[in-house]
């Protein structure tokens, strides 16, 4: 479902960050501003953390906001750079607290190292960088720090300018993240009981090399939850395949915004899930609960 035409939105957005990782505004601003905006709902997806959760719950609990909680993770799959989002597991689960500790250690390293590259040619500091950062040691740090800080120093106008020159996944100072598999996520989200969903699987502009047919359905195989394919990175083709794909596979069909407030010209709700799928979720998960939820 997309409403990137009109001015009102429905439905469930259920992708969206906050301060605690590369948004703007805190998971309370969040929700605040979905309630705003007459959403039936929402998700918190920050990378690779669930910090903001006890924010966004309380929140919703104070608002009646329904909320699933969740993470954005990121992955590796052969030479392909992977999005998943990880809905109402567990977050006290040994196996995904593990995942995730590791995998901002590894962010923070990346991105240090990719400061100090940058900073031979322009003027920014780790310091600068640091600055950027919202929440202290619980925000996941990474490129949009780096671009928030370039921005500070007047080296661009916003972030965008920043992420088409030096944050480039092309750019010469550019380093990939390291992440686990696939696969190793699946199994961790399964192990706490949550549904995992493919992140903008379609997004063309983002990858130069999407996931195939045969990853996808290898990892439908393993207890794969989900595609998001309503999301604005997804060319109408990609959207076209991966609805074909989610019916054969038996795989739900999830849409979000993947907002971060004033990080991304992306708007809270442009894109959403229907309640029917939301439902589904919740039906399927085993390791956290929904807030003020009214299935």
Known sequence: MTHED????????????????????????????????????????????????DEARQAAQDLGMPLLPGTEITAQDGHVSVHMLAYLYDPEDPVIAGLFAKTREARLTRTRT???????????????????????????V?????????????????R?????????????????????????VLAAVNHAGGVLVVAHPGAVSRNPVLLSDQQIAALAGEGLGGLEVWHR?????????????????????????????????????ENSTSDEVVARIVDRARGSRPVAWKG
């Open 114 to 140: 990719m400061v100090e590259r940058i900073s031979r040619d322009y003027p920014i500091t780790w310091q600068d960088v640091l600055d950027q950062v919202k929440e202290g040691s619980k925000t996941t």
């Open 160 to 184: 965008s300018q920043a992420f088409a020159g030096v944050c480039s996944s092309g750019s010469a100072y550019y380093l990939p993240t390291p992440s686990p598999t696939t696969h190793q």
């Open 6 to 53: 009109t001015a009102t939105v429905s439905g469930w957005d259920l992708h969206c960050h906050t301060v605690f990782s590369d948004g703007t505004v805190t998971p309370r601003g969040m929700v605040e501003q979905a309630q705003q905006l007459g959403l039936e709902g929402l998700a918190i997806t920050d990378h690779d953390t669930n910090a903001g959760w």
């Open 142 to 158: 990474g490129r949009p720090h780096i671009a928030d800080a370039l921005v500070k120093a007047g080296v661009y106008a916003d």
């Open 233 to 269: 990175d997804n060319p109408p083709e990609q959207r076209r395949r991966l609805l074909a794909l989610a019916q054969r596979w038996g795989l739900l069909v999830t849409g979000g915004s993947d907002w971060h407030g004033q990080g991304k010209p992306n708007r809270m709700g």
